[in-house]
Structures are given as C-alpha cells and as structure tokens.
C-alpha cells in the first residue's frame, strides 16, 4: 500500500516550516570543538552576524548547536550546553525571522529552548536520553529523530550492520512508536538516516543511494552530509575543499526527496535548489 505524503506545513512554535518544497537549514555550531567551524560562532556577535546572513541567504532554518557530536566528541554537561545554547536562542528569535532550530538530546535545553522560542528540536540521539521523551512531548514543537548506533564518542569505532537498511528502518519504527507512545504525534515528526554516525563510508553511500526507501514513513526527511568524511574520503578532499562534492550530494538529496537539507554552506545550496526549481517549473517548448 502507498504511504500518505507528509503533510507540507509543518507548524514550529509561532511560525510555518513551508514544505511542499525543499529548505535549507543553516548550522550554526557554539562549540569550541565542531569538526567544521568549532569555536568560530561562539560569541553573541559573531553568531548573529552569521545566523543573519544565513537567513538573507535564504536558510528557513538556523539549528543552533552547543553540543559537538562529531566522531570522538566528548558529552558536556546539559547545564553547559544549556549555557551556549540558550542566550543564542533567545538572541536569534528576537532579531530575526527565521525558525530556531536547537541541536540537542539534553531534556533541559529542550525545555527551554522551547520557553526561549525556538521552533524545532533536532535530536541526533533520537529522544533516547533519559526524560528526553517526555520534554520533547512538553514542548508541542515538531523533533527531528536521527538514527544513530552507540554514541559521538565511540560510534565510528568499528559500525556493523547485518542489513542496514532493514536495521535503519527499524530503528525509526521503533522510534516513531515511542514517539507516539508519549502524545508526540506521527506528523509532528521528521526523519534524518543520520549520514556519518556510526557508519562506513559504503554505509554512507549505500544508504543515501537507497534513500527513497524511507519514504515509507511518509515523514519528511532531513539530510546533513555538509563538509562530512564521507565526501572527504570518496574524493580525497580535506573539509575545505568539500564544497562540490556537498552540493553534488544536495542535489541528489532533493532528486531522492529530502526536504530538508542541513548545510553549512548556505548560498550555495539555496543556488541548487532554485537551479532545480527553474527546471522543474519549465513549460515544455515544442
């Protein structure tokens, strides 16, 4: 049987996440030790001025992040990362007209995240940390759930899956259940194959080859491999030079039915998507 679509408004706080086309969704890292830009956002200025121009770039989204979770990353405290995070959030709801989108597992900062504005939680742990379902449910605000095995620090240790594909849709059945289980509705849901936790580089691209698959939720999917090791390691790039090989991907993401793409690099993946949109919008000529 066909799945339903997803539906194309996404209510996230006091604004509407348009998703009958595709979104950008701009990183925005408060960490001193992210793999691509740590310690570059971290002061208030600096952050707004980044965020702001993400947003006249075209980004629908700004995911603040106080947390790395890059391969081998250390946990900090929630009430450390509650400090990043939460004057930023506060700063970028008050000065500019974008969704806030906040990075996090901690029950804490999704709480008052949520209080502070912020319009989306986007969880690479997937609501499993203890009491995250439960303030996620509190929150009324729509949750990303990113399959990931183990955790940042020992993921990519030795990743091993007897059949990926079947083992990644499990994991969002699972997930969507407990999701439901606890008030969070189906369609409050969005959906990430959480590309480079806890997987090869053929996981990688096995997984973002076969990612129409995951239509079968009939949940919007996000897709984030911008700067990631697995364009590095298919191209031989270091992560400033991985540029082409992420916009590649992001078009192929769109072409597969991603409807969010999660990007450092937002001008020029707006670019992609309104190069595919003049296309598909094309009268035929005979």
Same mark, same amino acid.
């Given at each position: 049987m066909t799945p339903a679509l997803h539906p194309t408004? /996404? /209510?996230?706080?006091?604004?509407?996440?348009?998703?009958?086309?595709?979104?950008?969704m701009g990183i925005l890292n408060?960490?001193?030790?992210?793999?691509?830009? +740590?310690?570059?956002?971290?002061?208030?200025?600096s952050a707004l001025q980044h965020a702001a121009a993400m947003v006249a770039a075209g980004a629908s989204l700004i995911d603040v992040g106080g947390e790395s979770t890059r391969p081998g990353a250390l946990p900090v405290s929630p009430e450390q990362e509650l400090e990043r995070v939460a004057p930023i959030v506060e700063m970028l709801v008050a000065e500019l007209d974008v969704i806030v989108s906040v990075d996090t597992s901690s029950p804490i900062v999704m709480l008052e995240a949520a209080q502070l504005g912020a319009g989306l939680i986007n969880d690479v742990r997937a609501l499993r940390r203890d009491g995250a379902l439960a303030a996620a449910a509190a929150t009324g605000?729509?949750?990303? /759930?990113?399959?990931?095995? @183990?955790?940042?620090g020992d993921m990519q240790g030795n990743p091993q899956y007897a059949d990926l594909l079947a083992e990644v849709c499990a994991f969002f059945t699972q997930r969507l259940a407990a999701c439901v289980q606890v008030g969070i509705a189906q369609d409050r849901l969005i959906l990430d194959p959480g590309f480079g936790f806890a997987k090869t580089l053929q996981h990688n691209l096995s997984l973002f080859k076969h990612l129409p698959a995951l239509q079968v939720f009939a949940r919007p999917l996000l897709v984030g491999v911008s700067r990631k090791s697995m364009i @590095?390691?298919?191209? +031989?790039?270091?992560?400033?030079?991985?540029l082409a090989g992420g916009l590649a991907l992001a078009a192929l993401a769109v072409a597969k039915g991603a409807k969010i793409l999660r990007v450092h690099d937002v001008p020029e993946t707006v670019d992609v998507l309104r190069m595919i949109a003049a296309v598909e919008a094309a009268e035929y000529e005979g």
């Open positions: 408004r /996404l /209510l996230c706080g006091n604004r509407v996440l348009d998703l009958s086309r595709p979104q950008v408060v960490t001193p030790d992210s793999f691509s830009d +740590g310690g570059r956002f971290h002061l208030r200025d605000l729509p949750v990303c /759930l990113m399959h990931m095995q @183990g955790e940042p @590095g390691q298919a191209l +031989g790039r270091d992560v400033d030079q991985r």
